[in-house]
């Protein structure tokens, strides 16, 4: 296919490896922000095929991964409420709460169903007007705008038995908190492709002027991520912290603006607490003040929940590049894909997930 064949051919990969050994000259730790990068290179190989002097850790950019457990308690204790239809996209089905999943929800009884789209769920919601029907809205700057289309469907139609569960987050205050941190590694960054799609790179240049690192705009291919990874050593190696985009043929620095101006008119910026990580400032996004009436967590009155991490459990250090996988001393044993301990490793999109995949 036009498009992508040519960024999975194996020669163009090496070619591009080979420019990266003539360029490198000392070791570097770079972070792909975006889960979905971390499960490509791993898939491909590309982690042990990078020269020796490339680090890559994984950053927190897997929606599965960083939705709080308090919020998916929240999701069981709505889903197992009689006379609810609890809407969510697959992967959540699997994400253990502090005791049970949705799936235990479903198997006792409760009226759990995967959509592909949130409209979906505006659509159940006309079919079922003696029903509550609630989507469970995660993601970061990708899944918003449908999120937002949702609601203002909702609210067009006069829908009163629709609401969202909200746990958006951003990436931008993400990175800001990782650089920041006393035990940052992270020398340049890869920016996620699809989210930059949607939100452009016009956020970017200051971080990178902030803290004097690049930050490359990256794609999903084997030769995305290898352009990606050269164009972010070629600055550090000049000494240079600028912004670039090496996925030009789906981002530009402006990105979707009319997705963009709906995000803002239906979500306002909140502090956000991370998966393992904690509370990042303004990280996230809630349901505007005009909204507020398609708030799942005010109509059902679930404040109030205090979740149980497992002890063993180390994601929130992975997710900020500190750890891998392999340094989990419950990773293949006590955790597994078939029985995680954490989020990590139910996601695809985790890094725990992708190692146990693909061996390493
Ligand atoms: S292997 Fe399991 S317990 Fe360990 S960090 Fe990953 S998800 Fe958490």
Redo the contacts with the bound molecule.
């Keep these: 296919m036009k498009y992508v064949s040519e960024f999975r051919d194996p020669a163009l990969v090496e070619r591009g490896l080979e420019a990266l050994r003539q360029t490198l000259t000392r070791p570097w730790v770079l972070m792909e922000i975006c889960g979905g990068q971390t499960h490509a290179i791993v898939r491909s190989g590309l982690d042990q095929m990078l020269p020796p002097e490339i680090e890559l850790v994984h950053g927190p950019g897997c929606p599965v991964c960083v939705t709080p457990l308090e919020q998916i308690d929240k999701a069981l204790a709505i889903a197992s409420r009689p006379g609810v239809i609890f809407t969510s996209y697959g992967d959540m089905l699997r994400v253990p709460g502090s005791g049970q999943d949705l799936f235990n929800v479903r198997a006792a009884g409760g009226d759990v169903r995967v959509v592909y789209s949130p409209l979906d769920a505006v659509r159940l919601a006309e079919q079922n007007p003696d029903r509550e029907v609630v989507f469970f809205a995660i993601g970061f700057e990708t899944t918003a705008p449908a999120n937002a289309m949702s609601v203002l469907q909702a609210h067009a139609k006069g829908l009163k038995n629709f609401s969202v569960l909200v746990s958006h987050v951003r990436v931008p205050p993400a990175m800001r908190a990782i650089l920041g941190s006393p035990t940052n590694r992270v020398q340049g960054f890869l920016a996620a492709g699809h989210v930059c799609a949607v939100m452009g790179y016009w956020e970017y240049p200051t971080i990178a002027e902030t803290y004097r690192v690049p930050i490359v705009v990256t794609g999903f291919e084997p030769l995305d991520i290898v352009q990606g990874i050269l164009a972010t050593v070629r600055q550090l190696e000049r000494g240079e912290h600028k912004v670039g985009n090496a996925y030009a043929r789906a981002v530009t620095e402006g990105g979707n603006r009319p997705a963009q101006a709906m995000i803002r008119r239906v979500f306002r910026e909140v502090d956000r607490k991370w998966r393992g990580i904690g509370t990042i400032p303004m990280s996230g996004w809630a349901l505007a003040d005009e909204f507020q009436a398609f708030d799942a967590e005010e109509r059902f009155q679930v404040e109030d929940i205090a979740p149980q991490e497992?002890p063993?459990?180390?994601?929130g250090q992975?997710l900020q590049g500190m750890k891998k996988?392999f340094d989990?001393s419950?990773?293949g044993g006590e955790?597994t894909p078939e029985h995680?301990?954490?989020?990590?490793?139910v996601s695809a999109e985790g890094a725990?997930a992708a190692y146990y995949r693909y061996g390493r």
């Design positions: 497992s063993l459990c180390i994601a992975i996988p989990c419950a990773f955790c995680p301990l954490g989020a990590t490793m725990c």
